[in-house]
């Protein structure tokens, strides 16, 4: 096998919650959404440089309660850019662990958790 990427699949309950917080709050970009059709569950891709994120209503896809480990690079300033939107539902921390890396968790609407790290090495 070679594997190239993995692309997590989060589900989620809400539209508007999921994009309020994935695109507004986090700062992704909504590549795009499918439904089969009107009133039937939503499946999106949202993107944030070479990260992706699916994102499912569907229940047959994964259980909320997710956990994920995004790699970025400069997590001082993404944590500063998180504290100052006003985002009434998530205040992150930054730690730093002893396994080397700087971290900062979030937790969607939806119960996923996002672990955002940086290498300090």
């Given amino acids: 096998m070679n594997g190239k990427r993995v692309t997590p699949i989060l589900r989620i309950f809400d ?8 695109v507004d709050y986090l700062g992704f970009k909504l590549d ?3 439904r089969f059709e009107d009133n039937l569950p939503l499946y999106m891709q949202v993107s944030n440089g070479n990260c992706i994120i699916h994102l499912s209503e569907h229940h047959g896809d994964c259980s909320p309660g997710a956990a994920i ?7 001082e300033s ?8 006003e ?3 998530a205040r992150p921390g930054l730690e730093t662990t002893p396994w080397q890396t700087k971290e900062l968790t979030v937790i ?3 119960s996923n958790r996002i672990v955002f790290f940086e290498d300090r090495e």
Avoid at 69 to 75: G, K, S, V
Avoid at 78 to 85: G, N, P, T
């Fill in 108 to 110: 969607d609407p939806f």
């Fill in 78 to 85: 993404f944590h500063a850019v998180l504290h100052s939107k």
């Fill in 32 to 34: 795009w959404e499918h």
């Fill in 69 to 75: 480990r995004i790699e970025i690079e400069d997590i």
């Fill in 15 to 22: 539209e508007k919650k999921a994009k309020e917080f994935y």
């Fill in 87 to 89: 985002y009434n539902f």
